[in-house]
């Protein structure tokens, strides 16, 4: 059996967590109360959807105080014709959203998995354009026959198994005759093994994020990703994740807390994948147009993944997909069609934010300038909603209290570099191989490949019709020390300025066309890039010391909400079940695929 249900290796920002139900959480009436005017400091995905979400709860004096001049914060999609100019996506002659003739090249945010669903339900709602599955990925690593040639997905995780195999730290029985069986036998051991441990640690997840830990649970896995998996006997997940893990942002195995590991890596996405290994080997040999035979089959794989591995969810025909339209799109459709009430260019003053702390029934004070004015305006609110980079709050929050800012000084983050450029094609990647994703995995092993071009996309290949010669794609680099990169990047709280720019690194481009020409990609064309604050995050101690639910079980308190990804974790699953879950615990919404009511 081949081992394509690895196939994952998704740059996305993306999280996992289990399917919104209606029952719960009790309400213990934390929030704004009706009529109250809320004021919610950024437009990115938790904003948005926050704002969305009330908007439904009947909440409608909502006022999002954006930086830059758009929605969607680190969800940026940039739109480019086969001549490699800016535009905009229309319609054609069948009513529907001509997608390949004007390609979104995603900057942030870029993929969906089985586990996404309240983004899912949103592209439902919002009657979006389906997401597509990228085929193929280009993996360059020390398996390789030299650093200049790939292999593909399975062959990858094969070589890597293998490895193991012969040297004695992953176990395959005597009867497993052939390196494809004796991987399946090791993946399916591991992968069970995995889920086992996962429900004793986290229990039962209904959002993606786990109840609160015992201190006996929390010392269970004071230890890093890597030393989890290794001191468990999961050696055969480890060369896998050891790359998929920092190809999202999220950190090295080797550094980062397990716990930010396991809540990334559930259940529900390993089982997704076993799934669709089964479903594709089975294409190999018998591939049904019709649709009652398809069905059977896929009842047959649900049983077999169900009974190997245990829980299994839904059939997945396809884990890692992607949006047409661009994820941004998402988040512009939301403001529109809600008529969410946005403030774009706004400069909330040095200590702008007052919440008068002293007098429960005053105001929530704010002092801004927007972007080409002079004039300082002055608003009150009743209550705030903080979705920005909590770290820096005390720089805008006049009053923040002893208890916030122990919380939110322990806050770590790294930097995700994605670069658009142009070039030729890449040997064994985008010439006649024709992949849309290539990862360098040795380039995500740990701090000292900082900066490494370890991924890059082809958008014009998922999405459109590439012509032959020069390509526009996406490149990644990742920073654990980011200050390396130079100075600007050392301030983590920055965003794309008017026109969707943001300053470069100039020593992080050096890097970037560095490795582009060590790798003798040749042509190369930089357009733009950016390097995104990423993966806000609490060290080890911290995790540790409970300050995770500290977070949460402060909500409400001091007339405010803080939302985004400090609250919980980066990716925008996360962030939108993070919002859902406040909603219910601390207002009694009722949570029905993804919509809130109160």
């Not at 009513?95 to 996404?116: I, Q, R």
């Not at 390993?270 to 190999?284: P, T």
């Not at 999405?463 to 680099?477: A, D, L, N, W």
């Amino acid at each position: 059996m081949a081992v394509v249900f690895l196939v994952w290796a998704s740059l996305a920002p993306l999280a996992l967590g289990a399917r919104v139900a209606v029952s719960g959480f009790a309400s213990e009436s934390r929030g704004p109360k009706p009529g109250h005017r809320i004021a919610i400091v950024g437009a990115g995905p938790a904003g948005v959807h926050m704002a969305s979400r009330l908007r439904q709860m009947g909440h409608t004096e909502t006022t999002l105080l954006e930086r830059s001049d758009r929605v969607g914060g680190k969800s940026l999609t940039i739109y480019l014709n086969e001549h490699g100019e800016e535009c905009e996506q229309q319609m054609d002659a069948s009513g529907k959203v001509d997608t390949a003739s004007c390609v979104a090249h995603e900057m942030g945010t870029c993929f969906l998995h089985n586990g996404y669903h309240s983004i899912r339900e949103l592209v439902d709602e919002y009657n979006l354009t389906h997401v597509v599955p990228p085929e193929g990925r280009a993996m360059f690593s020390h398996f390789s026959t030299d650093r200049f040639h790939s292999q593909d997905m399975d062959e990858f995780v094969t070589s890597s198994i293998m490895d193991g195999v012969r040297s004695g730290t992953i176990y395959a029985p005597s009867w497993a005759i052939g390196s494809k069986l004796k991987v399946m036998v090791a993946l399916l051991r591991a992968v069970k093994k995995y889920n086992t441990l996962h429900k004793e640690i986290f229990g039962e997840v209904e959002f993606s994020m786990p109840h609160r830990l015992s201190r006996e649970t929390l010392q269970r896995i004071n230890m890093t990703f890597l030393e989890f998996l290794q001191s468990n006997d999961l050696y055969a997940l480890s060369g896998f994740l050891m790359f998929a893990h920092a190809a999202q942002g999220y950190g090295y195995v080797t550094t980062i807390p397990a716990f930010y590991g396991l809540w990334w890596i559930t259940p529900e996405l390993l089982n997704g994948y076993m799934q669709m290994s089964f479903r594709e080997e089975l294409e190999k040999f018998y591939d049904p147009k019709s649709e009652f035979f398809q069905q059977i089959r896929g009842t047959w794989v649900r049983a077999v993944v169900t009974a190997i591995v245990g829980g299994a969810a839904d059939v997945v025909k396809r884990t890692t997909t992607m949006l047409p339209e661009g994820y941004q799109k998402i988040w512009t459709t939301i403001a529109e069609k809600d008529g969410l009430d946005v403030r774009y260019g706004v400069e909330i003053l040095d200590q702008g934010i007052d919440r008068q702390l002293d007098d429960p029934s005053a105001p929530v004070r704010i002092k801004y300038r927007q972007k080409g004015k002079n004039e300082v305006i002055e608003e009150e609110y009743d209550f705030l909603i903080y979705s920005a980079p909590h770290a820096h709050a005390k720089n805008f929050v006049k009053d923040v209290a002893i208890q916030e800012e122990s919380i939110f000084s322990s806050l770590k983050s790294f930097v995700l570099a994605t670069t658009l450029y142009s070039s030729e094609p890449v040997l064994d990647y985008t010439d006649s191989a024709r992949r849309p994703i290539m990862y360098e995995a040795d380039k995500m092993s740990g701090p000292s490949h900082d900066g490494s071009w370890y991924a890059d996309r082809w958008d014009d290949l998922i999405f459109g019709q590439p012509i032959t010669g020069r390509q526009t794609r996406v490149g990644y680099q990742f920073y654990e020390n980011y200050c390396q990169g130079g100075d600007m990047m050392c301030n983590s709280d920055r965003t794309p300025n008017e026109g969707g720019a943001m300053e470069s690194s100039e020593r992080a481009l050096r890097q970037f066309r560095g490795e582009l020409e060590r790798q003798n990609v040749s042509g190369v064309n930089t357009l733009r890039q950016y390097p995104w604050p990423y993966f806000h995050h609490f060290p080890q101690e911290a995790v540790q010391e409970g300050k995770v639910w500290d977070l949460l079980e402060m909500q409400g308190q001091r007339k405010t909400w803080w939302i985004g990804a400090s609250a919980c974790f980066e990716s925008v699953h996360d962030v939108t079940n993070y919002n859902l879950m406040i909603l219910r615990k601390y207002m009694g919404a009722k949570i029905i695929q993804g919509i809130a009511m109160g």
